[in-house]
Nanobody, 125 residues
């Protein structure tokens, strides 16, 4: 049974930082591409970042977070991280991690088979 469990969300002031974690179980983690998505109230779920399987040597980011967010993975801990710096009120959303067994770098929701339950990030102005 595949499980993805996010943690690290919370309330932070604009300009602050948070690090999200997503712990995976029930999968051969190293062979899965991992992604982060977010969904604000009344909006569709949108892509944030993705990291390739294996060494994670390739990453992809949404333009809105480039230079502020960093995705990384620790295959020994079956965990993917999202370091979020210089947070803005418009980053407020529920953040979801997702997993897909692929050598690619998917950025669309339908390309992922497994999802976590989400963690709330709120950035105050």
């Amino acid at each position: 049974q595949v499980q993805l469990v996010e943690s690290g969300g919370g309330l932070v002031q604009a300009g602050g930082s948070l690090r999200l974690s997503c712990a995976a179980s029930g999968v051969t983690f190293v062979t899965y591409a991992m992604g982060w998505f977010r969904q604000a109230p009344g909006k569709e779920r949108e892509f944030v970042a993705a990291i390739r399987a294996w060494s994670g040597g390739r990453t992809n980011y949404a333009d809105s977070v480039k230079g502020r967010f960093t995705i990384s993975r620790d295959n020994g801990k079956n965990t993917v991280y999202l370091q979020m710096n210089s947070l803005r009120p418009e980053d407020t959303a529920v953040y979801y991690c997702a997993a897909q067994s692929t050598v690619g770098l998917p950025s669309r929701t339908y390309e992922y088979d497994y999802w976590g339950q989400g963690t709330q990030v709120t950035v105050s102005s």
